[in-house]
Nanobody, 122 residues
Framework: QVQLVESGGGLVQPGGSLRLSCAASGFTFSLYAMSWYRQAPGKERELVATITSTGGSTNYADSVKGRFTISRDNAKNTVYLQMNSLKPDDTAVYYC???????????????WGQGTQVIVSS
């Protein structure tokens, strides 16, 4: 059974920090690219950050570059999102995503967590 379980969300003041974690199980974590998405009230879900299966490459949305850092520990089947200098605009539900496209078969595997709420407010 595939599971992605996010944790670490909460209420934080502007300028503060949070670290989100996503614990994966039920699939071969080290083969999957991992991403964090977020969805604010009334807005579409947006990609925040992505890390390749080995952790060798990362990408970020322009809105979080220099403030957020995505990382992973394949030994612990966990991906992290370190969020610094948080702004009220970062308020959203943050979702963990695992994605794999098998080149030979072109089959895609796409898994989502339930999300964790982040509120940035004074």
């Amino acid at each position: 059974q595939v599971q992605l379980v996010e944790s670490g969300g909460g209420l934080v003041q502007p300028g503060g920090s949070l670290r989100l974690s996503c614990a994966a199980s039920g699939f071969t974590f080290s083969l999957y690219a991992m991403s964090w998405y977020r969805q604010a009230p009334g807005k579409e879900r947006e990609l925040v950050a992505t890390i390749t299966s080995t952790g060798g490459s990362t990408n970020y949305a322009d809105s979080v570059k220099g403030r957020f850092t995505i990382s992973r520990d394949n030994a612990k089947n966990t991906v992290y999102l370190q969020m610094n200098s948080l702004k009220p605009d970062d308020t959203a539900v943050y979702y963990c995503n695992a994605f794999l496209r098998v080149q030979v078969t072109r089959i895609e595997y796409d898994y989502w967590g339930q999300g964790t709420q982040v509120i940035v407010s004074s």
